[in-house]
């Protein structure tokens, strides 16, 4: 089966540099995901890393370590906007297809 | 918009009731997802559509649960003697294979409400 491990709450100020991490145990493994989803709405899709290394998009990057089965998610000028549950999910290919476990979720709350 | 929508945002049945949901993907994407979310949880998948072919299904999705993508393009979730457990929201999400791990774009979702 698939195992992921994410925290639960996390505060940090405006302005501010926050990083969520993410540990998995899978198999068949074919990309980690990360997703914004705020209270109500549906998941946005943020970034996603298939090879070890740092990958960064504008105020977002996201780092893989296959072996150490890890990731993380950095955040940087941290907005109050930025307040939301940020997901976890890997990827695994199923009969052709990708299917995504996600995490429970990292709930984010900025503050000024 | 292109993005992905699903109809309706917001349902409310009762016990033992049948309801249908729908869901239309981003224009050309040929791959569409079901999951399902609860309060506190991440989306947990249900089934998934390569056009019109439905290639797998999650134990989650027992019986009562039928899904279809005739055409290869919409599909609907149907769930049939709805019971209080399957308050949740359904999410839909749709891709397109062009080579590199997809990247899965959800819709708004379906909030059910089974009283």
């Known amino acids: 089966g698939q195992n992921i491990d994410q925290p639960t709450e996390m505060t940090a100020t405006e302005g501010a540099i926050v990083q969520i991490n993410c540990t998995y145990q899978?198999?068949?493994?074919?990309?980690l995901f990360w997703y914004q989803q705020h209270a109500g709405e549906a998941p946005t899709f943020l970034s996603y890393?298939?090879?070890?290394g740092l990958e960064e998009k504008g105020r977002f990057s996201s780092f893989l370590s296959r072996s150490k089965g890890y990731s993380y998610l950095l955040l940087k000028e941290l907005q109050m906007k930025d307040s939301a549950s940020y997901l976890c999910?890997?990827?695994?290919?199923?009969?052709?297809?990708?299917?995504?476990?996600f995490g429970t979720g990292t709930q984010l709350k900025v503050e000024l | 918009d292109t993005g992905v929508s699903q109809d309706p945002r917001h349902k409310i049945t009762k016990r033992g009731q049948n309801v249908t949901f729908r869901c239309d993907p981003i224009?050309?994407?040929?791959?569409l997802y079901w999951y399902r979310q609860t309060l506190g949880q991440g989306p947990e998948f249900l089934t998934y559509?390569?056009?019109?072919?439905?290639?797998?299904k999650s134990r989650l999705l027992s019986d009562r649960f039928s899904a279809e993508r005739p055409k290869g393009s919409f599909s609907t979730l149907e769930i049939q003697r709805t019971e209080q457990g399957d308050s949740a929201m359904y999410l839909c999400?749709?891709?397109?294979?062009?080579?590199?791990?997809?990247?899965?774009?959800f819709g708004p979702g379906t909030r059910l409400l089974v009283l």
């Open positions: 899978t198999s068949g493994f074919n990309g």
């Open positions: 559509f390569q056009n019109e072919a439905q290639l797998e």
């Open positions: 890393n298939v090879l070890d």
């Open positions: 999910a890997v990827g695994r290919l199923t009969g052709g297809g990708n299917k995504l476990t």
């Open positions: 999400a749709s891709s397109l294979t062009i080579g590199g791990p997809e990247t899965q774009y």
């Open positions: 224009s050309e994407h040929n791959r």
